[in-house]
């Protein structure tokens, strides 16, 4: 591995290198992937045994038919086969999505998969990205984001649930509800790649409700859930009309033969699978916990397969990326070319506890080390980090951990006491696996969630605020003592001067009422603003040209604005299904 393998990022198209280029650059083998967010327990051994022993026949012959292959896995998740369109990975979903169902604009919180916001902004459409701000710990407010969408006559709304890379969750009848509301938009996506990992409820997915509704797309991935991404397998499930639309655009063979025999395999290993997914769901609360015992870290809440950290005040994400890599041949993901995150966010991957300790060994020596060679500079001496790491401290303090000036939350930040480590959503116990069929969309059969430490009202609330644990920044060098693995306390506070405070989370605001849907009759919703012409930025922010420097600011706005396309909403209001899907509305 060279020295500095920061030309290695810089050269890549993807955020990141691909594991190929990492092993030809070293020694024939690949550094520990705290990357790239993969199940690292399935398949199994004996699995790939199977594969292996088959490879000459799986790469000679042709594939059969998409239509073979999602028949195959629609009998195994039970959903209708004419609602279900696989792609050659969930980009290649995304992609046809905004070529054939995206007309104008696109809204997205950020930050989020890099595509949501790309792949658009390639075809010429307006996006429109809602900020997730860190003093609420990157949580999403439905009502927020749809006033958001009312102002800017936005036609299409996406939903990650889990987010990526904050790992961020919304609860089903949130997002129920949220679909309902805006059933007068063209089209709601709801991006599921990563909700197998959920445990926050025992079935979280909503695929079953978007095949009733004329505008709802659900995704979900195969790769990360299998464990496979080298497969570059996923799907959609929509209303028949809506997935036979992008089915129709695919190629009869866009999958390939490696995705066929792991698709017809599951039906032995339903188990085996569903064991998987417990573990990582175990991993993630062990992992939380260690990281947390770091001094000056901050660890967020993951309903995904992955945790979202702040480095400590000083530390630059480049450079502790490029350290992990050559002195530890680790590799994380710094989060600095995500819009709405910056280089001070790693985005970590859950694997197994004996990497684990590899990754905290290994973040202690770079980030605490010695003196002179840390990431983290030392405090008294002045701020000799970068300046624009320095910049972003400041902005974060000045903005209570909001990001952007003009939308700093409204509510000053309430004090209280720092939860304890690793205090996320339940665990649930180990349990046997449902006999027969595996349905995927559904989070695996839980067991009553096991106490956490500190936080039992926590638990039984049915919105868990999603607060971020935060460790105190060192005084002195020396590494944090052996963490017990069950339960870790938050350490306390250390007499240290520090240039900017770590500002205090800021309760999320009480929910709103998401607005309504409008009638296709009535005229276009805050008269007074309009559809925003292309390149305006949205309450004082940044449009996407504009950050991804394609439009310098200050660039003039066109003058004529856009005229707002017809909604689609349901025939007949009274048919509404209510807020859990269930039923009618009244």
């Not at 993807?14 to 399935?42: E, K």
């Not at 989020?112 to 792949?119: H, L, P, V």
């Not at 939350?409 to 959503?425: L, R, S």
């Not at 039992?456 to 002195?476: E, F, G, L, S, Y």
Request: glycine letters at 8%.
């Amino acid at each position: 591995m060279p020295d500095n393998v920061t030309s290695l990022f810089r050269n890549s198209a993807a955020h990141s290198p691909s594991m190929a280029a990492l092993t030809r650059q070293g020694d024939g083998s690949g550094p520990v992937d705290f990357c790239i967010p993969c199940n690292p327990y399935f398949p199994t051994p004996a699995m790939f045994e199977e594969m292996a022993a088959r490879l000459r026949e799986i790469v000679t012959y042709y594939p059969s038919s998409a239509e073979t292959i999602t028949a195959e896995l629609c009998d195994l998740l039970r959903l209708p086969p004419q609602c279900v369109a696989m792609g050659n990975g969930s980009t290649e979903l995304i992609t046809w999505i905004d070529h054939l169902l995206v007309r104008e604009s696109l809204a997205v919180p950020v930050p989020t998969f890099g595509r949501w916001t790309d792949q658009p902004m390639e075809t010429g459409k307006r996006v429109d990205m809602f900020p997730l701000q860190e003093a609420n710990g990157f949580a999403l407010d439905l009502a927020q984001y749809g006033e958001f969408l009312r102002k800017r006559g936005t036609r299409v709304a996406v939903v990650c649930n889990p987010n990526n890379p904050d790992g961020g969750y919304l609860r089903k009848q949130q997002v129920v509800q949220f679909m309902d509301a805006m059933a007068d938009l063209d089209l709601v996506v709801v991006d599921e790649s990563f909700l197998e990992f959920a445990d926050a409820e025992t079935d979280p997915s909503v695929v079953q409700e978007a095949m009733l509704r004329p505008n709802v797309v659900v995704l979900r991935s195969l790769g990360k859930n299998f464990g496979l991404h080298g497969i570059r397998f996923g799907y959609l499930v929509a209303n028949p009309a809506l997935a036979g639309r992008v089915r129709s655009m695919l190629p009869k063979w866009n999958l390939n033969s490696f995705a066929e025999h792991v698709v017809f395999m599951l039906r032995e290993h339903g188990a085996e699978y569903a064991r998987s997914l417990l573990q990582v769901r175990r991993d993630r609360l062990d992992m939380a916990s260690h990281l947390s015992a770091l001094p000056g870290l901050t660890v967020y809440p993951s309903q995904g397969n992955f945790l979202f950290v702040r480095l400590p005040v000083g530390a630059e994400g480049t450079v502790v990326r490029d350290r992990m890599l050559t002195e530890h041949r680790i590799l994380v993901r710094e989060c600095g070319n995500k819009i709405g995150s910056s280089s001070r966010f790693l985005r970590l991957v859950v694997r197994p506890q004996v990497d684990v300790r590899r990754l905290v060994s290994g973040l202690e020596q770079v980030l605490y080390g010695t003196r002179r060679g840390a990431a983290v500079p030392e405090l008294s001496n002045g701020t000799s980090y970068s300046a624009g790491t320095a910049a972003i401290d400041r902005l974060m303090s000045e903005t209570n951990g909001a990001g952007v000036r003009g939308l700093a939350a409204q509510a000053a930040p309430a004090p209280g006491p720092t939860p304890a480590a690793g205090t996320g959503m339940p665990l649930p116990a180990a349990a046997p696996p449902p006999a027969g069929g595996m349905p995927m969309p559904a989070a695996a059969q839980a067991a009553p969630p096991q106490p956490q430490p500190m936080a039992p009202a926590a638990a039984a609330m049915p919105t868990p605020a999603p607060t971020p644990v935060r460790a105190p920044v060192p005084a002195a060098a020396a590494a944090p003592p052996p963490v017990p693995p069950a339960m870790v306390p938050t350490p306390p506070p250390m007499p240290t001067p520090v240039p900017a405070p770590v500002p205090a989370p800021v309760p999320a605001p009480a929910p709103t009422p998401i607005p309504a849907p409008v009638p296709a009759a009535a005229p276009a919703p805050a008269a007074a603003l309009g559809p925003t012409p292309p390149g305006v930025p949205a309450r004082g922010g940044l449009t996407a040209a504009q950050v991804r420097g394609m439009t310098a600011p200050g660039t003039p706005v066109p003058a004529a604005g856009l005229t707002p396309a017809p909604a689609t909403g349901w025939p007949n209001a009274q048919s509404w299904p209510n807020a859990a899907g269930m039923g009618q509305a009244g």
